[in-house]
C-alpha cells in the first residue's frame, strides 16, 4: 500500500499546502476567465456567485470551528491519551455528515425560500434558478464535510491531503467545458460537487487504513472548558458571517452585475489568502498548539513573529502593486467575450480596497491562532464582537451615502480599530507575545513597498500605453527592482531569506 498520507514535518507540509493550493488557484482563473467569456456579469451570475459567497461565508464559519476550537481540543486529549481525542472528532464527523443531510433536503425542498430571506433577488429570478439553488445546498454540505476531513489529517500532520484541492477546480473546468454551453453555468456547480464527494470517498478510507481510525466511538459530553470556548468561537464567527453577508445583501438589491463584479475582485483578492494566508498560518496553528501546551512562551513568540514577517513580506507587494494597476489587471484577467468596460470599471473599484483586506488577513489570522492555541476565546469574545459590531453598524451608512463600493474602506477603517482591541487583549492575557514589535515590523514592510511604487507610478502616469499587458509588465519589472534594493538596504531581504532556508 502506498502511503500517501504519512507523516509530514511542518515546513513541508506548508510547502505542500502552499503549491497544491496554487495549482487550485491556477484552473480556478481559467475558470472564472471562461464563466467571465461565457456568462458575463448578469442577473443570472449574479444568483450563481451570490450562493458561492454564502457557502464560503458558511464553510468559513465551520472551519474556524474546527481550527480554533475542535482540533486544539482534540491535540489536547490526544496528549493525554493515546487517541483521546478520536471520540470528540468522531461526534463532529457524525455532525457534519447530519448537516450534509439536512442541507441536501432542504435544497430538494425549499430552496427558494430560504434564499429570498438570505437575499434581496425578486422572486421570479430565484424561481429561473431552482436548480442551481438545490444544487447549491447539497454543494454546501458536501464541502462542509470534505473540509472537516482534511482539518483531522492535518491535525495528524497528513498534509498531502492538499494534494486533492486542484480537483475543486479541475472538475468544475471539464463540467463546464463539456456542458457550459447547454447546461449552464449550473455545470460548474455539478463539478464542484463531484470533487468534494471524491476526496470524501477517500479521506475516510485512508483514515481507515493509516490511521486505524475506529468511527464508532463517539464523545457525547465535552468538557466544560471546551463547551465554553466552542460557544464563544462561533459566537464571534456568527458575527463575523453576519458581518460578511450584510454588504452582498444590501448588493443584491442594487443594479445588476454588481454581485458578479464583487466576485471577480474576490477571485483576485482572495487568491493570495488561499494560496499562502490560509495554508502557511495552518500549519502554524498547529506549531503555536503544540508550544501553548508545553507553555513554551519563547517558542511560540519567536513562532509568531517569524511567520507573520514572512507573510508580509510575501504579500505586501501584491496588496500594493495589484490596488495601484487594479483596473489593468482586470482588464488583463477578465475584459473579453461578455465582460465589458463597465465590468472592469465595477470590478476595479471594489479590488483596490479588498487588497487591503487581504493585507489585513494576515495578522488577523496570526492573532486568532495565538487566541485558539493558549483557549482563551472565551475571554476574546467580547474584543472581537466589538470590532465586528461596528462594521455592521457602519456599512449600511456607507453604502447608503458613498455607494456600493464604500464598504471595502469601512472594513478597513474596523480593522485599524480590531488591532488596537487585540493589542488590549493580548497586554493582557498574552503579555510575552511582542505584539507591538510585530506591527511596526509590519508598518516597516508597508512603507518599503510604498516607496518602491513610487518610479513605477511614475511611468504609469507619463510612459504607459493603453496595452494592459504591457503596461502591468513594464510596471511590475520597475515596482520589482526598486523593492529588492529597498529591502536589502532595511534588512527585510535578509530576513526573509533566514525565514525560507529555515522552512526549506
Known amino acids: 500500500m502506498v502511503h500517501l498520507f504519512k507523516p509530514t514535518s511542518y515546513r513541508k507540509g506548508a ?70 481525542g478520536r471520540s470528540l472528532l468522531n461526534g463532529f464527523l457524525y455532525f457534519y455528515i447530519l448537516l450534509t ?34 444544487w447549491g445546498f447539497l454543494l454546501f454540505g458536501l464541502q462542509l464535510l470534505t473540509y472537516y476531513l482534511i482539518a483531522v489529517l492535518e491535525m495528524y500532520r497528513r498534509f498531502a491531503s492538499a494534494l486533492f484541492t486542484p480537483l475543486n477546480a479541475l472538475l468544475p473546468l471539464v463540467c463546464l467545458l463539456c456542458f457550459g454551453r447547454s447546461a449552464g453555468i449550473i455545470s ?59 454588504p452582498l445583501y444590501l448588493l443584491s438589491g442594487l443594479s445588476a452585475g454588481l454581485v458578479s463584479a464583487l466576485n471577480y475582485a474576490k477571485q483576485l483578492a482572495d487568491s ?16 503555536l498548539t503544540e508550544s501553548a501546551a508545553k507553555n513554551d512562551t519563547e517558542t511560540l513568540n519567536a513562532n509568531f513573529l517569524n511567520t507573520q514577517h514572512f507573510l508580509f513580506f510575501l504579500l505586501t507587494p501584491v496588496a500594493v502593486f495589484t490596488a495601484f494597476y487594479a483596473p489593468e489587471i482586470v482588464t488583463l484577467f477578465f ?5 465589458n468596460a463597465q465590468d472592469v470599471h465595477q470590478a476595479a473599484a471594489f479590488l483596490r480596497p479588498l487588497m487591503g483586506v487581504m493585507l489585513f488577513m494576515v495578522p488577523v489570522l496570526m492573532q486568532n491562532n495565538v487566541v485558539a492555541a493558549g483557549r482563551k476565546l472565551k475571554d476574546f469574545l467580547p474584543y472581537a464582537v466589538a470590532g465586528i459590531v461596528l462594521f455592521i453598524a457602519l456599512t449600511p ?44 515590523r509590519a508598518a516597516r514592510v508597508l ?58
Open 447 to 504: 512603507a518599503v513597498n510604498i516607496l518602491a511604487l513610487f518610479p513605477s507610478a511614475v511611468y504609469a502616469f507619463f510612459w504607459a500605453g493603453s496595452n494592459a499587458f504591457v503596461t502591468v509588465f513594464i510596471g511590475g519589472i520597475i515596482f520589482l527592482a526598486a523593492l529588492f534594493w529597498l529591502s536589502r538596504q532595511s534588512g527585510d531581504w535578509d530576513d526573509f531569506l533566514r525565514q525560507v532556508f529555515e522552512r526549506v
Open 101 to 134: 443531510v439536512a442541507l441536501s433536503t432542504a435544497g430538494l425542498l425549499c430552496p427558494e425560500q430560504i434564499m429570498a430571506i438570505l437575499s434581496r433577488f425578486d422572486a421570479a429570478q430565484l424561481s429561473a434558478q431552482r436548480s442551481l439553488l438545490a
Open 397 to 440: 451608512l456607507t453604502v447608503h451615502t458613498w455607494g456600493a463600493f464604500a464598504f471595502p474602506y469601512a472594513q478597513l477603517g474596523c480593522c485599524f480599530i480590531g488591532l488596537y482591541l487585540n493589542y488590549l487583549f493580548f497586554r493582557k492575557y498574552f503579555p510575552f507575545v511582542s505584539y507591538g514589535f510585530s506591527l511596526r
Open 15 to 84: 510547502a505542500l499546502a502552499v503549491g497544491a493550493t496554487l495549482a487550485w488557484k491556477l484552473v480556478s482563473f481559467a475558470n472564472a476567465l471562461l464563466v467571465a467569456l461565457y456568462f458575463g456579469a448578469d442577473s443570472a451570475t449574479d444568483v450563481y456567485f451570490y450562493i458561492i459567497m454564502l457557502m464560503g461565508f458558511g464553510v468559513t464559519f465551520l472551519q474556524r470551528m474546527n481550527a480554533a476550537a475542535i482540533i486544539p481540543e482534540a491535540m489536547t486529549l490526544d496528549a493525554q491519551a493515546p487517541n483521546g
Open 335 to 339: 475584459k473579453r467575450g461578455e465582460f
Open 188 to 246: 460548474m456547480i455539478y463539478g464542484m460537487a463531484a470533487a468534494n464527494a471524491v476526496q470524501i470517498a477517500v479521506f475516510l478510507w485512508m483514515m481507515k487504513k493509516e490511521l486505524a481510525w475506529d468511527f464508532w466511538g463517539c464523545s457525547a459530553r465535552p468538557a466544560r472548558i471546551f463547551a465554553k470556548n466552542l460557544a464563544s468561537n462561533q459566537l464571534i464567527e456568527l458575527a463575523n458571517i453576519a458581518a460578511s453577508l450584510l
Open 272 to 287: 493570495p489568502t488561499e494560496i499562502v494566508t490560509l495554508r502557511v498560518t495552518n500549519v502554524s496553528k498547529i506549531q
